[in-house]
């Protein structure tokens, strides 16, 4: 089992810039998958970016295009997203979470639901 906790968000003009991190108890194993995801009001969870094999596998949403970055610090169990460029389009609750695979097939990797472990969200909110 994986406890995931989030922090970071809040609120952004556009164009500004936010870090969420994420950290994972006990720890991020070779075989956990860590995923951002979104939820706008009315809108159904999207995946933003995922982590899997130690960073050896990095995935991102199209409507990302080069703003935001996925990383992850093995030794603190954490995993952040930067976001730069924000635009009011981004604003959500943003979720961490944890899915432990073996043989993930590729489309798990944006997709809520092969995800298990979730945190409880951080809001951010990008005004114009």
């Known amino acids: 089992q994986v406890q995931v906790v989030e922090s970071g968000g809040g609120s952004v003009q556009a164009g500004g810039s936010l870090r969420l991190s994420c950290v994972a108890h006990p720890y991020i194993d070779s075989d956990t998958c860590m995923g951002w995801f979104r939820q706008a009001p009315g809108k159904e969870r999207e995946g933003v970016a995922a982590i899997y094999k130690l960073a050896d596998y990095i995935y991102y949403a199209e409507f990302v295009q080069g703003r935001f970055t996925i990383s992850q610090d093995n030794a603190k169990n954490t995993v952040y997203l930067q976001m730069n460029s924000l635009k009011p389009e981004d604003t959500a609750m943003y979720f961490c979470?944890?899915?432990?695979?073996?043989?993930?097939?590729?489309?798990?990797?944006?997709?809520?639901?092969?995800?298990?472990?979730w945190g409880q969200g951080t809001q951010v909110t990008v005004s114009s």
């Open positions: 979470a944890a899915g432990r695979w073996d043989r993930p097939k590729p489309h798990w990797y944006l997709s809520f639901r092969y995800f298990t472990w």
